[in-house]
C-alpha cells in the first residue's frame, strides 16, 4: 500500500513562512514553500522588476533585495491571517538603503496557495 506524502494546508503555509520570516530566513522559505512557477509581484513604480516568474527568479529578486542593505536596524511581521487559499501579513523593516539612507518600509504581503505551495506572493507598499 503506497503511503500519499501530506500537503501543507493554508494555515500550515502561513504559519511556517510567519515562522521563517521572524528570524529573516526568507530564502529558506522560498525555497521549502513556493512553487516551482510561483510569481512575485511589486507595486507600479518600485525600484527592480515590478514581477518575476519562477522561484529561481524570486530568490535572484530577494538576493537583490538584500544587496541593497547597508544596515538593518529592526523589523516586525504580523501573524498571519488566513482566508481561503490566501493569507497576508505585514512586514516591516528598518533599514539603511546603499544611497537612499535609513527608512522605515512597511507592507501588506498577500500570498496565494495551490496544493500546498504558494504560488503567488504580491507587496503593497508606498513608493
Same mark, same amino acid.
Given at each position: 500500500m503506497a503511503t500519499q506524502e501530506a500537503v501543507m494546508t493554508v494555515q500550515d503555509i502561513a504559519n511556517r513562512l510567519y515562522?521563517?520570516?521572524k528570524v529573516g530566513q526568507y530564502q529558506q522559505a522560498q525555497e521549502e514553500l513556493y512553487a516551482d512557477d510561483a510569481v512575485s509581484i511589486e507595486p507600479v513604480g518600485a525600484p527592480g522588476p515590478q514581477s518575476v516568474k519562477g522561484r529561481d527568479e *524570486? *530568490?535572484?529578486k #530577494? +538576493?537583490?533585495f538584500q544587496a541593497s542593505i547597508e544596515e538593518i536596524?529592526?523589523?516586525s511581521v504580523s501573524q498571519p491571517i488566513?482566508? #481561503?487559499n490566501h493569507f497576508a501579513l505585514t512586514i516591516a523593516i528598518d533599514a539603511t538603503?546603499?544611497?537612499m539612507g535609513r527608512m522605515l518600509? +512597511? +507592507?501588506i504581503a498577500v500570498y496565494e496557495v495551490k496544493?500546498?505551495?504558494v504560488v503567488k506572493e504580491q507587496f503593497f507598499y508606498a513608493v
Open positions: 515562522e521563517h520570516c *524570486i *530568490i535572484k #530577494g +538576493e537583490g536596524h529592526g523589523g488566513v482566508a #481561503g538603503f546603499k544611497g518600509m +512597511e +507592507e496544493d500546498g505551495k
